[in-house]
């Protein structure tokens, strides 16, 4: 499947782009370097010199501008050269520019055609951004496969039974099945159980460990790769609001075909004092992100190739219908895209 462009992707932490830093990173198999203006609004610009072909992000910032590490030519920051230090400033010399939205500490970056960006649209996490910071933690798992595959990780959560068997699983998500609803370009896929014992890794943080309770397992895809997940353990018949309320996001963005920028962060409603709790948790899930997860990925990505999963004509389990109902769509957003402008 193509690259969806016109969208808003991840493309880092706003801590990852400090004042005075040039970062270079490969976003849909374009090279980007992003860097910070004086006043603090990130900037990101094609990282490929219009003269020879050289990283602009092996360059030098100076002021608000940057300058080309190999011949001197300096750009400012919508990407229009500025200083040409052997003569004229040729019309040509300018490089494209990507706009980025920045809110709730991510940066979001644009890959498509600007005049279309729409910063008011951007993914919006404030709901997580403002947890505390002893209830919140962040990690990143650059993953060698096509995003898509991430995507489908996460749409897709009976996999927990399996191959989080002795780390996450405890029988709720294959007793259950989760329930699939459109909401506009979003897919939701939502789990409920009923008088079960909660899952392993909340269970052993209730009050009373393997009392049966109320599990609400509700994950959000938005296109392309953003995935929020909103967990809530409540009393049985509670309503889910009340309970023991947990906010997670995966956000992927594609590098190349076959590589990912992976970016996960948890938080949560409840103990949010407890840092020590969080370290726990955070602990937790990147062990079995990276040693669970990211492994079975990696290999389906080595099998498929430069195939797509689906153009291998998988066997399809009722556990798919999220990922199906999300390929729909990114092929529906694919096609307008693709479509002339009326
Ligand atoms: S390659 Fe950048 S100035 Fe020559
Ligand atoms: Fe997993």
């Not at 370097?33 to 072909?53: E, M, Y």
């Not at 990283?55 to 300096?74: A, I, N, Q």
């Not at 996999?159 to 897919?187: I, K």
Request: proline letters at 8%.
């Amino acid at each position: 499947m193509e690259f969806l462009k016109n969208c808003w992707y991840m493309a880092g932490w706003s801590d990852e782009l400090p004042a005075g830093t040039l970062l270079a990173r490969t976003f849909l198999e374009q090279p980007v370097v992003l860097f910070r203006q004086g006043n603090g609004t990130p900037v990101a610009l094609l990282d490929r010199c219009p003269h020879r072909v050289a990283p602009l992000s092996r360059g030098t910032l100076v002021g608000d501008t940057l300058r080309c590490v190999y011949h001197g030519l300096r750009f400012d920051a919508s990407g229009r050269c500025v200083e040409n230090p052997h003569g004229a400033i040729p019309a040509k010399a300018c490089v494209p520019g990507f706009p980025l939205a920045e809110r709730d500490g991510i940066i979001w970056i644009w890959m498509g055609e600007p005049a279309a960006a729409d910063r008011a649209r951007a993914p919006d996490l404030a709901h997580m951004a403002r947890v505390p910071a002893t209830a919140q933690s962040r990690g990143s798992m650059p993953s060698a496969c096509h995003y898509q595959l991430i995507v489908d990780n996460v749409a897709d959560l009976s996999h927990v039974e399996y191959l989080h068997a002795t780390t996450l699983g405890g029988g709720a998500f294959v007793e259950n099945r989760p329930v699939v609803s459109e909401q506009g370009t979003d897919v939701v896929i939502e789990l409920r159980s009923r008088g079960q014992a909660a899952p392993p890794v909340y269970d052993r943080f209730l009050p009373q460990p393997g009392v049966p309770v109320d599990f609400v397992n509700r994950v959000t895809w938005s296109p392309a790769g953003l995935l929020k997940l909103d967990i809530s353990v409540a009393p049985l018949d509670a309503p889910p609001e009340t309970g023991l309320r947990t906010f997670n996001a995966h956000i992927v963005t594609p590098e190349t075909r076959s590589s990912s920028h992976y970016w996960y962060w948890l938080t949560r409603e409840y103990r949010q004092e407890d840092a020590d709790m969080t370290q726990l948790r955070h602990a937790l899930m990147t062990r079995v992100f990276v040693e669970e997860d990211k492994p079975i990925i990696e290999a389906q990505q080595r099998l498929l190739g430069g195939a797509d999963l689906f153009d291998t004509q998988p066997v399809l389990l009722a556990t798919d219908t999220g990922s199906i109902r999300i390929r729909r769509i990114m092929r529906q957003l694919l096609a307008r895209e693709a479509a002339p402008a009326a």
